[in-house]
């Protein structure tokens, strides 16, 4: 259903994408939440490497996103149309609230560093509210190379 890997990535990496999204991603608002897309994307080649080791099949990338969750600001739960493998790691570590959500029932606090992949277009998720802060995710969206692997 989905695979949580704490601690996975380097906090200065993290650290680094935080802290230069806003220059390096276009804003692209999306209800009360905002959402900022890759505008170059020469950046995939900075950005992918760092979850090659998560996914043992080559795959193509979507879209890849940064969502700002501010205080009061969660996501519904959804399923994701065009994603396979949905991979969302967690950027900040500067908030309270903002759980990720899967199937209505299951709450997962990530940490900075942490990485959860699912099959987005299968599984129903969203982030609860959050309470004081901000939440940072960097988020992929993907699909196999090969269409056997879906």
Known sequence: ????????????????????????????????WNAYTIRDKSLYSEILPNFFPLVDYKFTPNWINITEYTKGIGLRHHKDSESSLTIVSEISDNYTGGRFIINKKTYIKLNKGDVLTFNGSRVFHGVEKVEEGTRLSLNIWTKPKETHLI
């Open 1 to 32: 259903m989905y695979t949580l890997h704490r601690g996975f990535l380097d906090h200065s990496f993290c650290d680094y994408i935080a802290n230069t999204y806003k220059d390096t991603f276009v804003h692209d608002p999306r209800g009360a």
